[in-house]
């Protein structure tokens, strides 16, 4: 407490949602960390790279098991027949019909309430999308122009598999910023959504009109159901189920039916649920998704990547359909998502992801290359014959794991953009930057030259390479062609401790935590060009509220200015005001058994009436103006005054309050208590959405930024005899003798008044 001591599909989506158009979507609160140890397995299954992991285990499996004795037995049940379908047809138009229904899903929560709900958050990605799937495309119609048959596979390198992409991405730690896997997250759902419609147009067979008439007649019925306000699921999915056989037996594709049906499943919630994670799309969104990124999908990887080499000849290698998928996947996607994204960001239509360096975003424009999923889905619908998918397959493979190889080796020897010029992350435009440039323009074209008219000479030099090992060393040699600004370092955070009660008055024997004492080592750590973040531990029970909102509305002005991120650590205590200083941190972590809170006001003061009155002292004040002598400590109290105060101290509990509803927006948890002087420990803290997280500044600080971050401690000015003060100091000059007898009841007071303040907490 204080203490007052002095942002087509679109539309249709859009149209089919107009209940959801102001639905802003919350994040969930979390509940107290479970004291149960959390198993591997629910680790696993919790991270990022799992799907990713999980698929890769399915397709290496089914290459083992197609090049093994139990081959034959693999590819007969594939094509054993359950009822009127083979069991491959079952998982490739039924099985991926509920991937395609994740999809849609996806597609319109990103499109109404996530990353694409905006047009300036469509940018950069939907360009690059764009660029990524054109450039393939277009490198796969020049080798097959002349083969009709062939040219019917044009849209196999166009995809991106999101799980595979965002798995390796993962695996790179923090070595990658978050803004790099919201845009590849964001890229790839912009990649299905073209798939999607790619799908529906190009890939129709013979259309049936009375199946497609009723496919339609069922989709509107989902269409008013949705204007309906219906918010249980079970009318959906048993639409959605009619929905897929009309479609299927229509003559287009039936995993279209998916996606059609996602669209038009409601994003508000239900009545009187105001939080809309509890509407039907996240509620089925939130149930479809660990049971197709680890069911799903790895059945439709086992199915389709086993490819046995049993009798397959080296021609294979050089075939234009197989050099047409591979170079696609691997120099198309990289080259047509990198030079779109970069041709968007120059012109200024869109900006650079932050904290990224242009080496990062060239690196994930690598592992977009990666297509498993969609290519080999895409590879299916255009070609009947068996040579043609396993050619297929075989490119889908070989592009993907060159894109997947090469972006990792790439993001892992790069380091993150630590510019902090601009919000923008301008380009670095020093000649070493120019001739990375130029050497990825010359290594483009030599790679498509060399792979298109030497093919012979590029399977004898991959030949080469298996036999050597040279494959140990490609991490080293591919970090000595970067250049060194582009190279990975250690990453040094400045740490700037803000410890005590916040008060004003101190001297330089005494000194308090005001903006005056830390002006200083604030303004210093933010100067910092090449740290990406600056942390500040807090270690502070409150005090002034001026004070506390001058400090923190310095540190939100410095790291706006310097474009970084703010990291708070709660050491002992943030309370109060200390509490309103941590709010100008992007992240507040806290002890488990820190003390967090007390949002509220308390003014105290002592009275000394009586006591004048016994010992015979008469007090006599003169004033001009009726209010002048309020709250006199010599003088009864009068119920106006108190009135009056309480009035002031609503007010200033309003601002508090603001301030941490603007900060936490979202986060906070609804306790009645919240904003009633309260505080909790760390633990309790985060469950009630005060804070961000458990932990400490080391250990947090190693996940964001990697293991090799150094901690720079801002030390303060050295006052008399090298005592470290906690700031610039209030006095200027040498420190007289006088000037400690004079400032001596000032510091006991002070004393008095912080030691209360810190027991108000039991410290």
Not at 330 to 336: D, N
Not at 671 to 698: E, H, K, Q, R, Y
Request: hydrophobic share 50%; with cysteine; proline share 5%.
């Amino acid at each position: 407490m204080f203490c007052l001591s002095g942002p087509f599909l679109f539309q249709l989506c859009r149209r089919s949602s107009l209940d959801d158009k102001n639905n802003k979507r919350k994040p969930m609160n979390h509940s107290p960390q479970s004291a149960r140890p959390v198993s591997i397995m629910r680790r696993f299954l919790d991270s990022e790279a799992a799907g990713g992991i999980t698929l890769m285990a399915a397709a290496a499996l089914a290459l083992i098991v197609a090049n093994s004795p139990f081959a034959q037995t693999y590819f007969d049940a594939l094509h054993l027949y359950i009822g009127p379908l083979s069991l491959a047809h079952w998982i490739n138009d039924a099985l991926m019909a509920i991937f395609f229904l994740l999809v849609g899903l996806e597609i319109k929560r990103e499109m109404l309430d996530g990353q694409l709900a905006s047009w300036p958050n469509r940018m950069l990605p939907g360009i690059a999308a764009a660029g990524g799937v054109i450039l393939p495309a277009i490198i796969f119609a020049v080798l097959n122009h002349d083969n009709p048959a062939k040219l019917r596979g044009w849209a196999v390198p166009s995809a991106t598999d999101i799980a595979f992409a965002l798995g390796v991405l993962s695996l790179l730690g923090s070595r990658a910023p978050s803004s790099l896997k919201v845009f590849l997250a964001t890229l790839a759902i912009l990649d299905d959504l073209a798939a999607v419609v790619i799908i529906a147009i190009f890939y129709t067979a013979e259309i049936s009109m009375p199946y497609l008439g009723a496919a339609f007649i069922t989709a509107a019925v989902l269409f008013v159901m949705n204007r309906m306000d219906v918010v249980k699921l079970l009318p959906y999915l048993i639409s959605a189920v009619i929905l897929w056989f009309f479609v299927f037996n229509s003559g287009v594709h039936a995993t279209v039916a998916g996606v059609v049906a996602a669209l038009m499943i409601p994003l508000k919630p239900a009545p009187g649920r105001p939080d809309d994670m509890t509407s039907p799309l996240h509620k089925l969104e939130h149930a479809l998704a660990k049971p197709v990124a680890f069911i799903v999908v790895p059945i439709f990887g086992f199915a389709n990547a086993g490819i046995s080499f049993k009798g397959l000849e080296a021609s294979v290698l050089g075939d234009t359909l197989t050099l047409g998928i591979l170079l696609g996947l691997f120099l198309g996607k990289q080259f047509g998502v990198f030079s779109a994204a970069w041709l968007a960001i120059k012109t200024g239509l869109a900006e650079k992801p932050m904290g990224a360096s242009w080496v990062q975003l060239y690196g994930v424009a690598i592992l977009c290359g990666i297509g498993f999923t969609m290519s080999i889905f895409i590879g299916l619908l255009s070609f009947p014959s068996d040579l043609m998918q396993t050619e297929t397959k075989i490119g889908v493979l070989s592009g993907s794991a060159l894109s997947a190889i090469c972006g990792y080796l790439l993001l892992r020897a790069a380091r993150p953009d630590q510019s902090a010029a601009n919000p923008l992350w301008k380009a670095d435009e020093s000649p070493e930057a120019k001739n990375f440039g130029r050497f990825l323009c010359v290594f483009h074209f030599a790679s498509y030259i060399a792979s298109t008219y030497c093919t012979e000479r590029l399977q004898a030099a991959s030949s080469l390479l298996r036999r050597s090992s040279l494959e140990f060393a490609l991490p080293g040699l591919l970090k000595r062609l970067i250049p060194r600004r582009f190279r990975a370092v250690e990453t040094e955070i400045p740490v700037v401790r803000l410890h005590g009660a916040i008060m004003t008055g101190g001297t330089s024997l005494r000194p308090t935590l005001s903006l005056a004492s830390t002006a200083g080592i604030l303004e210093k750590a933010f100067a910092d060009k090449h740290a990406p973040a600056v942390a500040i531990s807090i270690n502070s029970p409150g005090g002034v509220p001026v004070q506390s909102r001058l400090i923190y509305r310095r540190i939100r002005d410095l790291a706006v200015e310097h474009q970084k991120k703010v990291f708070v650590f709660v050491e002992d205590v943030a309370a109060s005001g200390g509490y309103m200083i941590a709010l100008a941190g992007d992240e507040i972590i806290a002890d488990p058994s820190s003390i967090v809170g007390s949002i509220g006001v308390v003014s105290a003061s002592f009275g000394f009436p009586e006591l004048l009155k016994k010992i015979g002292v008469e007090r006599r004040v003169y004033t001009a103006g009726s209010n002048k002598v309020t709250l006199d400590p010599f003088q009864p109290e009068k119920a106006e005054d108190i009135e009056r105060l309480k009035a002031l101290q609503l007010e200033i509990h309003a601002t508090f309050i603001d301030m941490v509803k603007e900060r936490r927006a979202g986060k906070l948890g609804d306790n009645p208590d919240l904003f009633s002087g309260l505080f909790w420990t760390g633990t309790t803290a985060a469950s009630l959405g005060l804070i961000d997280g458990l932990g400490d500044m080391l250990s947090f600080l190693r996940k964001t930024y990697g293991d090799k971050v150094k901690l720079k401690l801002i030390q303060p000015q050295r006052g008399l005899l090298g005592r470290k003060l906690s700031g610039i100091g209030m006095d200027s000059g040498s420190v007289e003798p006088a000037q400690i007898a004079a400032h001596l009841g000032d510091g006991l007071l002070c004393v008095a008044e912080e030691k209360a303040i810190w027991a108000r907490y039991g410290l």
